[in-house]
């Protein structure tokens, strides 16, 4: 008996020895490197000190960052040497599993009007310190090296912290260069976070540079393993800046100037976006990432940009959580405030007042200035119907009253199947376009194709909504595709489809169901649904739009969906009907 007392002191003795001098992993922290620029030499921004100042507030107050923590550096503290110094030192200060935010906020630059290869994303430009000189009469070299570039500044610091921590980046700022289509866009350029270098010696050593094509050509896979990356727009869009003077129209989150992406992701992190679509307690990369981009496109026309786009990191680091909300916080989808749109709110330009009566007539539709969900505006001689970002729905060129008038009825049907959400799904599904680089603009005739992912083994629908109205299912195509898509597995549709007329925006809708749906074999491959088909009636039984499942789409948990929109143009800049 003696014996056996002993042995438990001895053992309590061991086990108490190597808790004492045995490491314990330390409970992880999270760490802030927040960058904003709104002066410049030559191009000031109102938005990047406010973008600073309103993250670290939400930080701190909701997302546990230590104040401590987050390290700053605005307008002329984030000269080049102190931002590459302050990434070095993060990687001095943090430890292995700590999550760390790398923010900035500024201009961007390529050094060409085109594209300069970075890993970050790999068709992108360079980040312009606060100390940049952009004097025309510099070398290219004096000029480069000014800049903050990716390949040759940013990797070997990353490289470093992408070992062992969690790294989420996100840049709200231009990474573009010419190749920005300002299709129906009325804002100037000098509202954009992009600065053009105006070195001659850029655009005459084309040798040095590379052409346009090679640039567009990664030079290797995303080479990161565990940093997560948003940029703010694609290489086809400008990054803006929401001014002072622009407030009104509008507004954000907090009433001062912010960056779009950045005031979209400060109403995330706000709880005013659902973010959790899946429904699992936590906010995962790719969610955090599609609820930005959502916000974003909402009210603007440009698009944020994740990477890593494929590859073995890619599903890891998509399901990854990073911002985790302070206990008792979150919002959840219960909370989440619900919307049920009696009519479809169109604003009408001022100089279409007979317009606006004939529309004004319409059942169902009711004309406002603001919060619209269309939007009818004069171009010269012609009538365009747009979205809210001012994304050209469709044109009409040599037009009678009553041809808006039929488009806008047929809208009143389509606005429902865009605007239908499944709240209380379990799974995640979603849908990109697939290409050597990331974009949402198709030139007419172009070849293109989607990857469609379903996180549970599930029958998938997808459907095309043209800029005339008309529907179009484009998945399941043939009797192969019938069968259920396999949970985790990406389907690749490469190269299927081609942009033609009408031109405009088209919305992609991609609903998955764990359960084969009644009648989807009759869609497979059918063109033109219009809503008064009944066709059309069997596809709104089927997402829950009419019919005895009409009552209970909110609360459909053996379903979900994804939208993207995508605009087409025409060659010569030729004009839709």
Not at 74 to 92: D, F, G, P, W
Not at 111 to 120: G, I, N, S
Not at 484 to 489: C, E, N, R
Request: proline share 5%; with cysteine; hydrophobic share 40%.
């Amino acid at each position: 008996m003696m014996i056996r007392v002993h042995s438990k002191i001895w053992l309590w003795a061991i086990i108490i020895w190597i808790l004492g001098h045995v490491p314990i992993a330390a409970h992880a922290e999270n760490h802030a490197l927040l960058i904003g620029i709104g002066k410049y030499q030559h191009r000031t921004l109102e938005g990047p000190p406010y973008d600073v100042a309103a993250l670290s507030r939400v930080l701190m107050a909701q997302y546990d960052f230590k104040i401590e923590n987050i390290h700053t550096l605005v307008n002329e503290e984030a000269v080049k040497y102190r931002i590459l110094n302050q990434m070095e030192r993060l990687s001095r200060r943090t430890q292995a599993g700590d999550r760390i935010f790398i923010y900035f906020s500024g201009h961007g630059t390529s050094r060409r009007d085109e594209l300069l290869a970075l890993p970050l994303p790999h068709t992108s430009g360079a980040l312009v310190p606060a100390d940049f000189d952009g004097d025309p009469n510099q070398s290219i070299e004096e000029l480069m090296a000014q800049l903050i570039i990716g390949k040759r500044d940013l990797r070997p610091v990353l490289k470093r912290l992408d070992r062992d921590r969690q790294v989420l980046m996100i840049f709200d700022t231009c990474f573009s260069g010419n190749t920005v289509r300002k299709i129906g866009d009325r804002q100037s350029v000098d509202l954009s976070r992009y600065m053009m270098l105006q070195s001659r010696s850029v655009f005459v050593e084309e040798q040095n540079i590379g052409s346009f094509e090679e640039n567009l050509k990664p030079d290797d896979p995303y080479p990161y393993q565990n940093i997560f990356y948003i940029s703010a727009s694609s290489e086809n869009e400008i990054a803006k800046d929401i001014q002072k003077d622009m407030l009104n129209f509008f507004p954000t989150i907090d009433g001062n100037p912010h960056g779009v992406m950045t005031d979209a992701l400060l109403r995330v992190l706000a709880g005013q976006v659902l973010v959790d679509t899946n429904n699992d307690g936590q906010w995962n990369q790719i969610e955090l990432y599609k609820a930005v981009k959502s916000e974003v496109q909402r009210r603007f026309k440009q698009t944020p940009q994740a990477l890593p786009k494929q590859g073995e990191s890619a599903d890891r680091l998509y399901s990854r959580a990073f911002f985790v909300r302070s206990a008792g916080s979150i919002a959840t989808t219960a909370e989440m405030p619900t919307e049920s749109k009696q009519s479809l709110r169109i604003r009408v330009a001022d100089d279409l007042t007979i317009l606006k009566a004939h529309i004004s007539q319409i059942n169902g539709v009711k004309i406002v200035k603001s919060d619209p969900d269309l939007i009818l505006l004069k171009d010269r001689d012609d009538v365009v119907l747009a979205l809210p970002n001012f994304h050209h729905l469709c044109r009409f060129t040599t037009f009678e009253f009553h041809q808006v008038v039929d488009r806008i009825r047929r809208h009143l049907h389509i606005q429902q199947l865009i605007d239908l959400a499944y709240p209380q799904q379990r799974f995640n599904v979603g849908i990109e376009l697939i290409g050597p680089y990331q974009k949402r603009i198709i030139r007419e005739d172009e070849s293109f194709g989607f990857e469609i992912r379903t996180e549970k083994t599930a029958y998938v629908l997808l459907i095309d909504i043209d800029p005339a109205g008309a529907v179009h299912v484009l998945y399941p195509y043939d009797t192969s595709e019938l069968q259920p898509l396999a949970a985790g597995k990406r389907k690749i549709q490469a190269g299927r489809y081609r942009a033609f007329w009408p031109f405009g925006t088209e919305t992609l809708k991609l609903f998955a169901f764990a359960h084969k749906p009644n009648g989807l074999e009759t869609l497979m491959g059918k063109e033109d649904l219009r809503p008064d088909s009944p066709l059309f009636k069997t596809l709104e039984q089927m997402v829950g739009l009419r019919g005895a499942d009409s009552m209970e789409a909110s609360l459909r948990r053996d379903a979900a969906q994804a939208v993207l929109k995508i605009t087409s143009y025409a060659k010569m800049d030729m004009r839709t009907k």
